[in-house]
């Protein structure tokens, strides 16, 4: 039995999990999640700021201390969409190899979204017909089957970067409600899916999304995993976060993180559109994702 860890240094959160692994499977001893918008501003400046590389600078030190408290042997550090499209991400995976040791290795969407599936159908039973759904900060992945083949699809649609330019002041209007329609329903026509398919749901927006249908006052996963969802409840949950301030969310949702509260609106708007064009059945959701994908791809 070895000692494990993962991290992603994700668009919206920088996240950790610590397993240990031997022939039976892998068992999480510790997983953790901070929002760090990493991707802030990017679409506007083309670089990671220094305020947002601040807040992943906090949460990788943090980490390092878990790693060396529970003498893990390896550690896989990934990043996805804002390292793909920051003009200085070689400069901050060189900060972060000087600080703290870490080799990052930067995804393509492609890879981003058959490392999450490796994670996601390791642990869920009965998944024909499969479309998992992955909501970035930056990007969102869309993992199905075709003729036995993974297909991985990302396309420039996150909560970080939508927040930004729709949802940057809660309430927002019908105009903007109506922008934002048009620019998920642009991204998504450059899918080639043509039947409706069983969605799985992975990552903050989706759990932050399970959280509010239970009304979790504390934020649990276990609870979380592989609840389904109907499309109709989904519509409704989003009818009443677009109404809502971002202090009424977190004054409401007392699950989910309150530095969600800003991007939660874009990320539930995005997958009721989602679900209305793709899913015919409930969204099952699933706690596991990319991290666990990265320690059973790499061992």
Same mark, same amino acid.
């Given at each position: 039995?070895? $000692?494990?860890?993962?991290?992603?240094?994700?668009?919206?959160?920088?996240?950790?999990?610590?397993?240990?692994?031997?022939?039976? #499977?892998?068992?999480?001893?510790?997983?953790?999640?901070?929002?760090?918008?990493?991707?802030?501003?990017?679409?506007?400046?083309?670089?990671?700021?220094?305020?947002?590389? @601040?807040?992943?600078?906090?949460?990788?030190?943090?980490?390092?201390?878990?790693?060396?408290?529970? %003498?893990?042997?390896?550690?896989?550090?990934?990043?996805?969409?804002?390292?793909?499209?920051? $003009?200085?991400?070689?400069?901050?995976?060189?900060?972060?190899?000087?600080? !703290?040791?870490?080799?990052?290795?930067?995804?393509?969407?492609?890879?981003?979204?058959?490392? =999450?599936?490796?994670?996601?159908?390791?642990?869920?039973?009965?998944?024909?017909?499969?479309?998992?759904?992955? +909501?970035?900060?930056?990007?969102?992945?869309?993992? !199905?089957?075709?003729?036995?083949?993974?297909?991985? $699809?990302?396309?420039?649609?996150?909560?970080? =970067?939508?927040?930004?330019? !729709?949802?940057?002041?809660?309430?927002? #209007?019908?105009?903007?409600? %109506?922008?934002? @329609?048009? $620019?998920?329903?642009?991204?998504?026509?450059?899918? %080639?899916?043509?039947?409706? @398919?069983?969605?799985? #749901?992975?990552? #903050?927006?989706?759990?932050?999304?399970?959280?509010?249908?239970? %009304?979790?006052?504390?934020?649990?996963?276990?609870?979380?995993?592989?609840?389904?969802?109907?499309?109709?409840?989904?519509?409704?949950?989003?009818?009443? +976060?677009?109404?809502?301030?971002?202090?009424?969310?977190? =004054?409401?949702?007392?699950?989910?993180?309150?530095?969600?509260?800003?991007?939660?609106?874009?990320?539930?708007?995005?997958?009721?559109?989602?679900?209305?064009?793709?899913?015919?059945?409930?969204?099952?959701?699933?706690?596991?994702?990319?991290?666990?994908?990265?320690?059973?791809?790499? !061992?």
């Amino acid at each position: 039995m070895v $000692k494990l860890a993962s991290i992603d240094l994700g668009s919206n959160s920088t996240r950790l999990l610590i397993a240990e692994v031997n022939d039976q #499977g892998l068992n999480v001893l510790t997983r953790m999640h901070i929002v760090t918008k990493m991707s802030e501003k990017i679409e506007q400046t083309g670089v990671i700021s220094t305020e947002a590389f @601040k807040r992943v600078n906090s949460a990788l030190r943090n980490f390092k201390k878990l790693l060396t408290e529970n %003498d893990v042997e390896d550690v896989f550090v990934v990043g996805t969409a804002a390292l793909r499209d920051a $003009k200085n991400a070689e400069e901050i995976i060189e900060n972060i190899k000087r600080k !703290y040791d870490f080799e990052v290795e930067v995804l393509s969407g492609h890879e981003e979204g058959i490392t =999450t599936s490796i994670g996601v159908l390791h642990f869920i039973e009965n998944t024909e017909n499969f479309l998992i759904i992955d +909501i970035g900060g930056r990007s969102t992945e869309f993992i !199905y089957e075709f003729e036995n083949k993974i297909i991985s $699809k990302s396309l420039n649609l996150g909560v970080v =970067t939508l927040s930004e330019k !729709y949802f940057s002041n809660l309430p927002i #209007g019908q105009e903007l409600i %109506d922008e934002a @329609k048009l $620019k998920i329903e642009t991204e998504l026509s450059q899918l %080639d899916i043509k039947d409706k @398919k069983n969605v799985i #749901g992975v990552s #903050g927006t989706a759990l932050s999304l399970a959280s509010i249908f239970l %009304d979790q006052q504390n934020f649990n996963e276990e609870e979380l995993h592989e609840i389904k969802i109907d499309t109709d409840n989904v519509q409704e949950i989003n009818k009443r +976060i677009l109404k809502m301030t971002e202090a009424e969310i977190i =004054t409401k949702f007392r699950g989910i993180d309150p530095k969600r509260a800003s991007t939660i609106t874009s990320g539930i708007f995005l997958l009721e559109i989602i679900l209305s064009n793709y899913s015919n059945s409930p969204i099952i959701i699933s706690k596991n994702d990319i991290l666990e994908g990265l320690i059973l791809k790499k !061992y």
